[in-house]
């Protein structure tokens, strides 16, 4: 069983659903991080938080730590908003993040 | 452009050769990361520096891998006698330290056949 398990592996929505994406951890962390990847390769940090929720634009993220869960929210989804939406944890004692899989999002017009 | 520089972007090897590819990272981040990432996969742990000292290896770093960062600013990753399963997206990672933001580089591609 992998530490991070994201779930699901493959969403498509229309423009202008609500999405969730979830993750599901089992080990301690210092930190959870939702990153971004578009097609040919690159990453980008949406969110690092341990603990409650964070807000920016029309993404939201939240954790509960007791649960070792965080859901990723899009409002107002937009075609703009496909790519793959990673999970990755950073646990204590160590400095690697450890990541799950990936949600492939696709939004279509 | 998230400012974490790699290069080159894609590398093309037969079997057998070395390849090394190079990260510049945020000028004034002291960690630097380095990651591998397959198709379909998340990117997988290889090593981490702060400034030039090597803290962290994983077991996926074989002795065929080694991982500089010489003067505490850009590191290159070395792979030598390349095999097939070597292929994969190599990606470079820098921060300020625990807390701060990660920045990722657009990845380097390599391909072994």
């Given at each position: ?7 699901p592996q493959?969403?498509t ?18 930190a ?7 097609p ?17 634009g ?7 730590i ?15 908003d496909?790519a793959?939406?990673?999970?990755a ?18 939004v279509?017009? | ?17 070395n390849?090394?590819?190079?990260c ?31 803290l ?29 399963g ?13 807390g ?14």
């Open positions: 069983k992998n530490e991070v398990e994201q779930s493959n969403l929505a229309q423009e202008g659903e609500f999405i969730t994406i979830n993750c599901s951890y089992s080990v301690g962390i210092s959870l991080h939702w990153l971004q990847q578009h040919g390769g690159g990453i980008v940090s949406l969110f690092m938080l341990s603990s409650g929720k964070k807000k920016h029309r993404l939201i993220a939240t954790i509960n007791q649960e070792k869960h965080s859901s990723l929210h899009i409002t107002a989804s937009h075609p703009r496909s793959v939406y990673i999970c944890v950073g646990q204590g004692g160590s400095e690697k993040l450890v990541f799950g899989k990936g949600t492939k999002l696709t279509n017009p | 452009d998230t400012g974490v520089s790699q290069n080159p972007r894609h590398k093309i090897t037969k079997r057998g050769q390849v090394t590819f190079r510049d990272p945020i000028s004034e981040h002291n960690r630097l990361y380095w990651y591998r990432q397959t198709l379909g996969q998340g990117p997988e742990f290889l090593t981490y520096f702060q400034n030039e000292a090597q962290e290896k994983s077991r996926l770093l074989s002795d065929r891998f080694s991982a500089e960062r010489p003067k505490g600013s850009f590191s290159t990753l070395e792979i030598q006698r390349t095999e097939q070597d292929s994969a997206m190599y990606l470079c990672a820098s921060d300020r330290g625990a701060n933001t990660i920045y990722f580089g657009e990845g380097s591609w390599l391909t072994v056949v």
